[in-house]
């Protein structure tokens, strides 16, 4: 759901943090807060397209799955696997540990893992440019370790207060039996999540460093309001 050999993520950021207060910032947290009254903003309105790339790269071996996620009862998904192609070994060690992973996470009550003061304790780093609009900057904390959490930082869009990067370490799960690297970034169109790319990185013993990446997309962004 860790860091950050992901690419020069925040590599300038430090450049473009302006330390703000007021209440602007007050307001974003708040629509924060309230936009996690649901686990997943990119499948609030429907079905999303699943591309999950893996790749154990120290042995140059990859292999990629298709799928589809639908809402379901609970505020659960229901996960449709519609093609996997590549090497067997990365689809069984990296493919079938990220989904149980996914898969314990989901499981969990959303109260116990969203990004809330119930669960989190944030520290306010600033304010960065991101494109035609401004991100606020938390570091984020877990107040209790237990799993589905992880320790990094938050950059809420400054006006709806929606996630638009999360990056940092998940806390320790059976599903990979190590710590989990984490970058994720959520394209917003009008205030909605369209669409969003994870990047995860762990050590399988024997077999290396595991690197995933999962693109997700909603497959009908028209009925977005």
Request: hydrophobic share 45%; aromatic share 6%.
């Amino acid at each position: 759901m860790l860091l950050l050999g992901f690419g020069g993520l925040n590599a300038k950021a430090a450049d473009l943090y302006v330390q703000t207060r007021g209440s602007s910032q007050a307001l974003a947290f708040a629509r924060h807060i309230a936009s996690q009254a649901q686990r997943d903003p990119v499948a609030r309105s429907g079905a999303v397209g699943v591309l999950i790339e893996a790749s154990l790269p120290e042995l140059y071996k990859s292999a990629a799955l298709i799928g589809v996620r639908t809402p379901a009862e609970n505020d659960t998904a229901e996960f449709h696997i519609l093609q996997i192609v590549g090497d067997g070994a990365v689809t069984e060690e990296v493919i079938d540990r990220y989904l149980a992973l996914r898969q314990q996470i989901d499981l969990l009550p959303h109260s116990l893992v969203a990004i809330t003061p119930a669960n989190y304790k944030f520290h306010f780093d600033g304010e960065v440019k991101t494109g035609d609009t401004t991100a606020y900057i938390y570091d984020i904390a877990p107040r209790k370790k237990r799993p589905g959490l992880l320790v990094g930082r938050l950059w809420m869009d400054s006006s709806t207060g929606e996630e638009v990067t999360l990056s940092g370490h998940l806390m320790n799960g059976p599903a990979t039996g190590d710590l989990v690297e984490l970058v994720r970034d959520t394209k917003l169109v009008n205030g909605c999540a369209l669409a969003r790319v994870t990047h995860l990185a762990w050590s399988i013993p024997l077999l290396g460093r595991a690197e995933v990446m999962i693109t997700e997309t909603l497959l009908r962004p028209g009925i977005v309001p």
